[in-house]
């Protein structure tokens, strides 16, 4: 499990970027993932504007670095795009 902190800077990141429509936490991970978080990212209709994906990768990979340089910790994220 994630600290509450770390999971609301990443929602709240997530949130800013133009093409997603909402996000939700997972409540349960799919059997053959092993993650702290797993999140559900809702595209907007002109999201085929944007490399959403790669963009998505970047800003939860570099968020994770941030904690791992904090904390000695690099947390496990799930994500998926609908």
Known sequence: M?????????LEKLRKLPFVKDI???PELPEDVDAQLGIRIK?????????????IAELINEISWEEFEQSGRYPSIYWEVE
């Open 2 to 10: 994630l600290k509450v902190e770390l999971t609301s800077e990443i």
């Open 24 to 26: 939700e936490i997972l």
């Open 43 to 55: 595209l907007s209709e002109d999201a085929e504007k944007y490399p959403a994906g790669k963009i």
